[in-house]
């Protein structure tokens, strides 16, 4: 299991920096932790929920679950997220590509990063 060797909130800039023991750092977008949250909430049963309106998001508290995860507590009151450390690091590598397909189904749905629906 990878484990991460930092995890730093930057409040100002949003941004959760995560470092791994493979040597792999990522700096994630509190908006996009938000919009990709492992929680049922957003995974949904079987389809993921399409989340809008979270430019703004920040992260207001990282609570250690055991040695395995993180839950996020975000700024619009979301918080049943755990995110495990290989949650964390496949969404770093991944970051791109879900980012893209992100923002193209917004485009797609008529949704906007700024607003909800």
């Known amino acids: 299991m990878i484990t991460p060797t ?10 959760l920096e995560v470092g791994f023991d493979d040597g792999s750092g990522f700096r994630l977008p509190a908006e996009y932790l938000r919009v990709n949250s492992p ?6 049963h079987g389809n993921k929920i399409l989340v809008a309106g979270k430019q703004d ?5 990282i609570v250690p679950v055991g040695n ?11 918080q049943t997220g755990i995110f ?18 992100y923002l193209a189904a917004l485009d797609s749905a008529g949704m906007s990063r700024t607003t909800s629906p």
């Open 57 to 61: 998001v920040g992260i207001d508290e």
């Open 84 to 101: 495990s450390w290989d949650v964390l690091h496949e969404l770093g590598r991944d970051q791109d590509k879900n980012w893209a397909e």
């Open 68 to 78: 395995y995860a993180v839950l996020l507590k975000f700024s619009d009151g979301h």
């Open 39 to 44: 929680s049922a909430e957003v995974q949904g």
């Open 6 to 15: 930092q995890l730093t909130l930057h409040r100002a800039s949003h941004v």
